[in-house]
């Protein structure tokens, strides 16, 4: 399995970005399709954002489409999500994932290896 530590979140207004890092260690980062996924106080964890290991293929779920980015540095080590026009709905903790010769899911089931978690706290 690979170790995953995300980075990133913060507390802010209802508009602002955030731009969330995850950093990989363990096995060869470029074989893993990697995923964001968010969990709000109360609810289930639920798919935000993929991408394919080559980062040719993106997925997202509806509501932040056209306002999340997901990108992957694999010399890095390091996927990314850009959230701009942040609203009080995106609040939670957003864990990234790994999913070992895959190509990018929005199934929790998919992915092997998990994060730690950042919250994310967006004020209205």
């Known amino acids: 399995q690979v170790q995953l530590v995300e980075s990133g979140g913060g507390v802010v207004q209802a508009g602002a970005s955030l731009r969330l890092s995850c950093v990989a260690s363990?096995?060869?980062?470029?074989?893993?399709?990697m995923g964001w996924f968010r969990q709000a106080a109360g609810k289930q964890r639920e798919f935000v954002a993929a991408i394919s290991w080559s980062g040719g293929r993106t997925y997202y779920t509806d509501s932040v489409k056209g306002r999340f980015t997901i990108s992957r540095d694999n010399a890095k080590n390091t996927v990314f999500l850009q959230m701009n026009s942040l609203k009080p709905a995106d609040m939670g903790v957003y864990y990234c994932?790994?999913?070992?010769?895959?190509?990018?899911?929005?199934?929790?089931?998919?992915?092997?290896?998990w994060g730690q978690g950042t919250q994310v706290t967006v004020s209205s």
């Open positions: 994932a790994a999913d070992d010769g895959g190509l990018g899911s929005s199934y929790a089931r998919s992915y092997e290896s």
């Open positions: 363990g096995r060869t980062f470029s074989r893993y399709a």
